[in-house]
């Protein structure tokens, strides 16, 4: 079962990530952590940016990109990292990976894989949620053993990521995205969810049937989950009890 944290906002879930991102950076300097992109995970980032940790070992890798936006775009999503996490925490630029489109989809996605691998896998992944159940841009009907390949959004995605872009004919149809199988190969994965937007998926995430109608779903299938979610994203968790009572109990989650 995932270990499901619920905190009074984001701001506290932001710590409590930052956290378990930095008891892993202080054990391994070369850890390899997983980025996500969106408005969820900058409360970890900014907890992240006072704990001043040396990170100019640890490599990364986001989970995805838009397609055919141009190159420096501020909302693709290698600027977005660059802006984010890179230069706030003083990462090393070489060692922090996008998911690019190199004109052929049959070996973008395998590239990133290879890359991947050859970093020895993903310790961490920071995990949001979409309110179409999407992690990555893996949308509802992505096979539960996917690997990183192009996709195309759904309306629902489009229409929330329009906030970045004068409308919503400026956001990317497609792009390439780790696959809910790349994602399970991490060795720990972290999913926030903040705001009442995000608590039917979450819902469904934690507690649904596991389901590629659900992509968030695929996280019960990993041993090693922790759910941070705020009073609000949790309000449609029907343990949420005992999930409370487990967290206030609980061994040992570091
Ligand atoms: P958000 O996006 O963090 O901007 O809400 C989450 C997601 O789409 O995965």
Not at 91 to 115: C, I, N, Q, R
Not at 151 to 172: C, G, Y
Not at 182 to 196: H, K, M, N, P, Q
Not at 201 to 219: D, N, Q, R
């Amino acid at each position: 079962m995932a270990e499901v944290i619920i905190v009074p906002d984001a701001t506290e879930g932001g710590r409590v990530a930052a956290g378990l991102i930095a008891a892993l950076v202080q054990a391994n300097p070369r850890a390899v952590l997983g980025l996500a992109t969106g408005s969820t995970p900058l409360t970890t980032w900014e907890a992240l940016e006072p704990l001043a940790l040396d990170l100019t070992e640890v490599a990364a890798f986001a989970l995805d990109e838009y397609i055919g936006l141009p190159v420096g775009h501020p909302e693709s999503y290698r600027s977005v990292i660059t802006r984010e996490v890179v230069e706030r925490l003083g990462m090393t630029p070489e060692l922090v990976h996008v998911p690019s489109y190199d004109g052929d989809p049959e070996t973008a996605g395998e590239k990133y894989e290879a890359a991947i691998r050859a970093a020895g896998g993903v310790d961490l992944q920071i995990l949001g949620i979409g309110r179409t159940g999407h992690i990555g841009f893996n949308e509802p009907g992505s096979s539960l053993a996917s690997l990183t390949r192009v996709k195309a959004l759904t309306r629902m995605t489009r229409e929330d990521n329009a906030r970045f872009f004068p409308s919503i004919d400026d956001v990317p149809v497609h792009c390439i995205t780790q696959g809910l199988g790349t994602i399970l190969r991490a060795r720990r994965l972290v999913l926030l969810a903040f705001g009442s937007s995000k608590a039917s998926a979450l819902a469904k995430s934690v507690e649904g049937p596991v389901s590629s109608g659900h992509p968030g779903s695929v996280i019960q299938l990993h041993p090693d989950v922790v759910v941070i979610a705020d009073e609000a994203a949790a309000s449609e968790l029907e343990h949420a009890e005992y999930y409370r009572f487990a967290w206030e109990n609980h061994f040992n989650v570091g």
